[in-house]
C-alpha cells in the first residue's frame, strides 16, 4: 500500500500488475469532508494497455472449463470473505455508508455474486433439435465474446462491480473495469487478491479515473466489444453515441423513480416499517429506492402521521457507528443537488414534514463538514413536479393521496422510468392485477428488495436496456452460434 504523506495513492492494475498513474484526482471522506485518498486519472494510453492486455489473455482464458474458472470465482470469494472487515470498513469510509449496511449489505453480496455465477455457469443448457428428413442434426453452442468494459457506480460500489466481473469472466470473457472514481478502493482492494485466487494476468483489470476521460476511452475502444454499465440515464445515452459506430452490445442499467402503491387493506405497520427502508436504506442512494408513496386517500392521514414518526427513529450520523441507520451522502455536489429539490418543493408550496429544514441533525466536531443530510418526507407536491418526476437518490421521499386503482396506476407510471415498485395490499388478485399493469421490470408486493439472482434485474422506459441475472447475463457474456452436422 503506498502512501503520499498521509494519503493513500491507488494504482490501476493492468496485465497483472500495479502500474502508477502520471495524473492523480483527489478522493473525499464524506464522512468529514476531507481529501483522504488519490485516485488514478486515467485516460486512453491506459485505456489501451488495459484492453491489450485482457485481448492478450482471452485465448488462454477462454478456452478454460466452466469448472476451472468457477474455481478461480469460488477462491476469490473465500478471499473476500476473510477479509470482510477490513472490506466493510473501507467500503463505508470511501462511500460514506454505514458500518452495518457494508458489513452486512455490500461485502457479503460482493462475495456471494462470484459464487453465484461460479454455480450458475455450470448449470446452463444448449438448444438442439433434429431434422431427420434431411439427415440433420442442430445444436447450439455459447462463446464468450471478448473483452468486456465494465463501468460501475458509485452508491454500491464493490457490490455492483463483482455483479458485472463475476459473470463475465465465468463466461470466459477477459475484463477492463472502470468503477466511480468517487468510490475506487474496494475494487483496488479486490485487485491485490487476484493473483492468489488463480486469476492469471491480464483476465481482470482495473483502471481507474473519470467517465470523460476514462470511461469514454472505454467505451469507444474497437477491441472491445461489450459495454455493461450502471449509473444515469444521461451517462447512458452518451454511452450508446460513442458505441454506436463499432455496434456494441450494450446493457445499461439505469435510474429509477420507483413508486409504492399503498391500499387500505394493507398491513399498515409492515407497510410502514419496510417503506421507511425502502426509501431511505444507503441515505437513499439505490436505484431501487422508493421516492414516490401512493396512499388510498381512506387511509392517507393515518399512514402519513405514522409513517413520518417512523421516518423521525431512522439515525442519521457517523457511518462508524453501528447504531446509525444513515451515513453521509456522496459528496457535497449530490448533498447540494438533494437539498435542492426541498427547496424546490417549499418553493411550489409542498410541505416538508421532517428532515431537511425541519429536524436538527447534532454530529461530532469532526464530523461537521461531511456531508449529510436527515430523511426527508414532503407530501402535496404536484406529479407534474420535478420531485415526482426526476430521481432524486437521496433521502428525500414524496407522499400523496390516490383514490382509485387505476388512477393509480396511471399516476405511478407517468413518468420517464421504470425501474421497480412496490405494491401492498392483501387483496391476492388485486396485487397480481396491478403489478401486471404497473410499468416496471421489478414489482414487490409486501415486501421489498427480495432478490433471486436467477431472475432478471433490469428497468423498462429510460431504466436501460438488457437485464441481468444468471440466464440473462449468461446471454449477455456469449455469443450464440448454431452448428448443423449432416449425417
Not at 190 to 200: N, S, V, W
Not at 334 to 348: F, I, N, P, R, S
Request: charged content about 20%.
Amino acid at each position: 500500500m503506498s502512501k503520499d504523506m498521509k494519503y493513500l495513492v491507488l494504482e490501476n492494475y493492468i496485465g497483472g500488475k500495479f502500474v502508477p498513474c502520471s495524473k492523480l484526482m483527489d478522493s473525499f471522506d464524506p464522512s468529514t469532508g476531507e481529501i483522504y485518498c488519490k485516485v488514478p486519472d486515467s485516460g486512453p494510453e491506459e485505456v489501451d494497455a488495459a484492453v491489450r492486455a485482457a485481448k492478450e489473455a482471452f485465448p488462454d482464458w477462454s478456452a478454460k472449463s466452466p469448472a476451472e474458472r468457477a474455481k478461480v470465482l469460488n477462491k476469490l470469494a473465500d478471499l473476500i470473505e476473510a477479509r470482510l472487515e477490513e472490506f466493510a470498513q473501507a467500503e463505508s469510509k470511501d462511500q460514506g455508508k454505514t458500518i452495518t449496511f457494508a458489513r452486512n449489505v455490500d461485502i457479503p453480496r460482493s462475495a456471494y455474486n462470484f459464487r453465484f455465477f461460479a454455480s450458475s455457469v455450470l448449470h446452463h443448457t444448449n438448444d438442439c433439435s433434429t431434422m431427420d428428413h434431411m439427415g440433420c442434426l442442430n445444436y447450439t453452442v455459447r462463446c464468450p465474446v471478448g473483452v468486456a468494459g465494465l463501468i460501475s457506480p458509485w452508491n454500491l460500489p464493490l457490490y455492483l462491480l463483482t455483479w458485472k466481473i463475476a459473470p463475465a469472466v465465468a463466461t470466459g470473457n477477459t475484463v477492463v473495469a472502470k468503477p466511480s472514481e468517487m468510490t475506487s478502493v474496494t475494487a483496488w482492494m479486490m485487485c491485490q487478491l487476484l493473483e492468489e485466487a488463480g486469476f492469471p494476468p491480464g483476465v481482470v483489470n482495473m483502471v481507474f479515473g473519470t467517465g470523460p476521460r476514462a470511461g469514454d476511452a472505454l467505451v469507444s475502444h474497437p477491441d472491445v466489444p461489450l459495454i455493461s454499465f450502471t449509473g444515469s440515464t444521461a451517462t447512458a445515452r452518451l454511452i450508446t453515441e460513442r458505441s454506436a459506430p463499432h455496434c456494441k452490445r450494450l446493457s445499461l442499467e439505469l435510474g429509477g423513480k420507483n413508486p409504492a402503491v399503498i391500499f387500505a387493506d394493507a398491513d399498515m405497520d409492515q407497510s410502514i416499517s419496510t417503506t421507511v427502508r425502502s426509501s431511505f436504506s444507503n441515505q437513499g442512494e439505490i436505484c431501487l429506492c422508493t421516492s414516490r408513496i401512493f396512499v388510498e386517500r381512506s387511509i392517507y392521514p393515518e399512514f402519513l402521521t405514522r409513517f413520518v414518526e417512523a421516518v423521525r427513529l431512522w439515525k442519521t450520523g457517523v457511518p462508524s457507528d453501528p447504531s446509525n441507520d444513515n451515513g453521509a451522502l456522496i459528496s457535497k455536489e449530490h448533498l447540494q443537488k438533494v437539498k435542492g429539490y426541498v427547496a424546490l418543493a417549499l418553493a411550489e408550496g409542498a410541505h416538508v414534514h421532517c428532515g431537511e429544514g425541519v429536524d436538527n441533525l447534532t454530529l461530532p466536531q469532526h464530523n461537521a463538514d461531511g456531508y449529510f443530510m436527515l430523511p426527508t418526507v414532503i407530501s402535496g407536491v404536484k406529479d407534474s413536479s420535478a420531485l415526482m418526476q426526476e430521481e432524486i437518490f437521496g433521502p428525500v421521499t414524496c407522499v400523496t393521496p390516490f383514490d382509485e386503482e387505476e388512477e393509480v396506476i396511471s399516476r405511478a407510471n407517468g413518468v420517464r422510468y421504470g425501474l421497480s415498485a412496490t405494491v401492498w395490499s392483501r387483496d391476492v388478485a388485486r396485487v397480481h392485477r396491478v403489478a401486471r399493469k404497473l410499468q416496471a421490470g421489478l414489482v414487490w408486493t409486501n415486501c421489498w428488495l427480495v432478490r433471486d439472482l436467477n431472475l432478471p434485474f433490469g428497468g423498462m422506459k429510460n431504466s436501460g436496456i438488457g437485464r441481468e441475472g444468471g440466464k440473462d447475463s449468461y446471454h449477455f457474456f456469449t455469443e450464440v452460434k448454431v452448428i448443423t452436422i449432416k449425417h
